[in-house]
């Protein structure tokens, strides 16, 4: 049946085929050498798995149009002696038995009794590893066995190549195009000179604040007691270097100022519970991903003479006492951003001065000679810091300092715990525990000292 494509058109219905045949078989226009087409019936699974081929190696078939799948890649590539085809066909611990495939078939149609699926949606890679291993069969038989290039293994073998070829983009917008802001335009005049800037490895913070505690007691109170007032002042600044390769140094100076009212003392009107001033200074270079080779150095000392209640004698004074520890080691950082920073530091070599420079002050109570103003120790060191944001509102600086000669043991375990209500206001818990056995205890016989304060005030961060 031979007929032109015009006269085809008009004279063949869509429902040429019968209800029986349509689900199976499409009328498709077969082109002839004649330059006449033949109307013939094509199988719908011939169409969608090999007759496609045809429609996709047209080099006028837009690259949109063809879908991505990379499950029939071996047909594409040169000639190449796959083994799963022969796999099919020869299998070494295969054996006949003519009641396994009847067993197996049995077991499906029960399974399928109890649990109706469709196979179908299941297996389209293993019909597809099929077709294409049928395919390659008979290359390898009947068609073209001279032409095999490569074995798989040679495959297995190359190097991938990623394609960057830029494909070709969708004409169409998605909805939420229309609603993306247009992006800022930034036009540069060709005379704008440039200009570079070193980075800047330095990192300056501040923090300070001022906390109120406060006690009334009327003087007929039934219980007795006695009124109170206490001011604690704190200042933190930090300069930090950090080049990000190699080199880390962290400097501090940290002043804290504690006044505290005792109407019960006639000889002052008020104390200093607080008084320190701190400074310190750790240069580390980077030994490992986390370990540094550190050397630190450390002074502490107070602002302004000590006393005890309805005492006049100077108990401690600026520079009496003075320590100074000079260590080096090993430091161990680990830290995770806007969470936690601990650093640990272990000082197997430490140096420490203790000086006492105010002659109105015992020497004796700190551990020195009498007449002497110096004393001078070598020891170990080890202090691990803590930095924690529990939470956005929480914080905890934690900061332990184990020092010894192996005559004696310093150690203090020093902590802040900051209630943050707004950016200017908190709630701080304050403890600071002390051993120390290098000086007689001033009272009792015990070498542990323990300060606590709880208190709400004014706080600024920069």
């Known amino acids: 049946m031979q007929m032109t494509g015009q006269s085809l058109t008009e004279s063949v219905s869509k429902d040429s085929l019968s209800a029986l045949l349509a689900p199976y078989f499409e009328l498709r226009l077969q082109w002839q050498s004649d330059n006449t087409y033949r109307l013939d019936t094509v199988s719908k699974l011939y169409i969608e798995y090999i007759g496609v081929l045809k429609y996709l190696n047209d080099p006028s078939t837009p690259e949109r149009?063809?879908?991505?799948s990379s499950n029939c890649y071996r047909l594409f590539l040169p000639l190449t002696y796959y083994y799963s085809p022969m796999r099919r066909l020869s299998r070494i611990d295969w054996k006949f038995d003519p009641f396994?495939?009847?067993?197996a078939a049995a077991d499906a149609k029960r399974l399928r009794a109890l649990l109706p699926y469709d196979e179908e949606l299941f297996a389209r890679r293993q019909r597809i590893d099929s077709a294409v291993d049928a395919a390659l069969l008979y290359l390898y038989t009947y068609s073209a066995p001279h032409t095999i290039r490569f074995w798989e293994d040679?495959?297995?073998r190359m190097r991938s190549y990623k394609d960057n070829i830029t494909k070709e983009a969708s004409k169409q917008k998605s909805i939420s195009a229309f609603f993306r802001p247009d992006p800022p335009k930034t036009e540069v005049s060709e005379g704008v000179d440039v200009k570079l800037k070193r980075p800047n490895w330095w990192i300056t913070t501040g923090s300070g604040s001022l906390q109120f505690s406060q006690n009334y007691v009327s003087k007929n109170w039934y219980k007795g007691g006695e009124s109170s007032i206490?001011?604690?002042g704190n200042l933190l600044l930090t300069a930090n270097y950090n080049d990000r390769q190699k080199i880390q140094w962290e400097n501090l100076m940290e002043m804290k100022l504690g006044l505290a009212s005792t109407p019960s003392d006639t000889v002052h009107g008020f104390l200093f519970n607080t008084d320190q001033l701190r400074l310190f200074s750790k240069l580390?270079?980077?030994a490992a991903s986390k370990w540094y080779y550190t050397m630190?150095?450390?002074?502490k000392t107070q602002f302004f003479n000590g006393y005890k209640a309805n005492n006049p004698a100077i108990v401690s004074a600026f520079l009496a006492p003075a320590d100074l520890s000079v260590s080096i080691g090993m430091d161990?950082?680990?830290s995770k951003k806007d969470k936690y920073n601990l650093?640990?530091?272990l000082a197997p070599l430490t140096y420490t001065l203790r000086y006492v420079g105010n002659s109105k002050v015992d020497e004796t109570s700190f551990g020195l000679a009498e007449g002497k103003t110096t004393k001078h120790d070598y020891g170990s060191q080890i202090s691990p810091t803590l930095s924690w944001t529990i939470i956005s509102s929480i914080t905890l600086n934690s900061r332990l300092n184990y020092l010894t000669s192996y005559k004696w043991t310093r150690i203090e375990w020093e902590n802040t715990l900051n209630f943050v209500l707004n950016r200017y206001l908190s709630t701080k818990f304050y403890w600071f525990a002390r051993y120390d056995d290098s000086s007689v205890p001033k009272n009792g016989s015990s070498y542990f000292q323990l300060k606590e304060l709880l208190s709400f005030g004014i706080n600024y961060t920069w």
């Open 65 to 68: 149009y063809i879908p991505l």
């Open 100 to 103: 396994a495939d009847y067993a």
């Open 154 to 156: 040679d495959i297995d």
């Open 230 to 232: 206490n001011l604690l």
């Open 284 to 286: 580390g270079i980077q």
């Open 296 to 299: 630190s150095a450390e002074l």
């Open 332 to 334: 161990y950082k680990i």
């Open 343 to 345: 650093s640990l530091f």
